[in-house]
């Protein structure tokens, strides 16, 4: 899909990370590699601590938590959503949808549209698309558009090449209609024929989860111990996909934005870890500076959430001050990718909480 939205922003932006972080250095032992081995990854790859929820956190507590404070300082008001949209890989229950436990929590109006998408990694930029298209037919209202994960639950502790990379948190922004010229171009691609590349093969209907999927096995021999209920991730595959699918992406949205690469004041990219960042910066032809790489490290690779947790740590101030254009991509689970280039600053908030989840 290729398009332009017309007469829309982001106004608000909020980023929900769980109290809870563990360093690197802490879970060594966890996996079956000298540590001397083990810590070479680091400066690599940017493994240093990742935020991770409690046992008892599901996904819609982080959302709620972030909406509460939203609501509760003023910054936006019941009756003024007219949509809620999820974006999540791991929701708190096949049924009912994270979207109407939210509606349900917050006590929202019947008339309030709930939906939920099944997307990971691009599930922020999804939500914002999504988001955009529904203010077409709620043109007096707000949407309320969520990414959110707690994949650390799907991820065995035991697996060197995903569990120090993974993270949980929410990111929420506020979209409306506006008055001023404000085009966003956006570009979204699929191979679903790549869909195992990142995967979790057990626990839908096609193989319901048992106590043999759950035996943790070392099935690829790599030392990297996981079960058929945990993320799987093939890692070579998946650095091939980002580097030669996304820069061809964004210079296609450039190009459709008539615009240069020196015209983005910061591209926001999702977060699968630094190296992999460094070498899609470099493959682009854009300087590491204006591609805030420090979020996996802080606090791990949040899925869907990434962006708005990179905006909300990096670029507050910034966002909040004087409007620039940016740059947002995301590539991922699916195998999906996906480009958008906006002018985002002047908001009513951006702030990133630390919940008690």
Known sequence: MKTIFRNKKISGLLSIIPETSISFEDEINNYAFPAKQTLRLQKVMGFKKHSIVKESTATSDLCIFGLKYILNNGLLKKEEIGAIVVACSYPDHFIPPVSSIIHGKLGLSEDVYCADINQGCVGFLMALTHGFMLLEHIKDKKVVAIAADVLSKK???????????IGDAA????????????????????????????????????????????????????????????????????????????PTLIEECLSYANLKKEDITYYLFHQPNRFMLKKLAEKIGIPYEKVPMNIVEEFGNSSGACIPVCA?????????????????????????WEAMIMDIGELDFCEMLISDC
């Not at 979204?188 to 869909?195: E, H, M, Q, Y």
């Not at 909300?312 to 101030?317: G, H």
């Open 155 to 165: 991820v065995s502790k035991k697996d060197r090449n995903s569990y120090p990379l």
């Open 171 to 246: 990111g929420i922004v506020v979209l409306e209609n506006c008055a001023e010229h404000n085009d966003i171009y956006t570009i979204v691609r699929n191979n679903g024929s790549l869909g195992d590349a990142l995967t979790i093969p057990a626990g839908g209907s096609r193989m319901p989860n048992t106590e043999k999927t759950a035996e943790l096995v070392d099935k690829d021999n790599d030392g990297n111990w996981r079960a058929l209920d945990n993320l799987t991730m093939k890692g070579s595959d998946v650095f091939t996909f980002v580097q030669t699918k996304v």
């Open 312 to 336: 909300t740590y990096n670029i507050s101030d910034i966002l909040k001050g004087e409007k620039h254009k940016y740059c947002l991509s995301a590539f991922g689970s699916g195998l999906t």
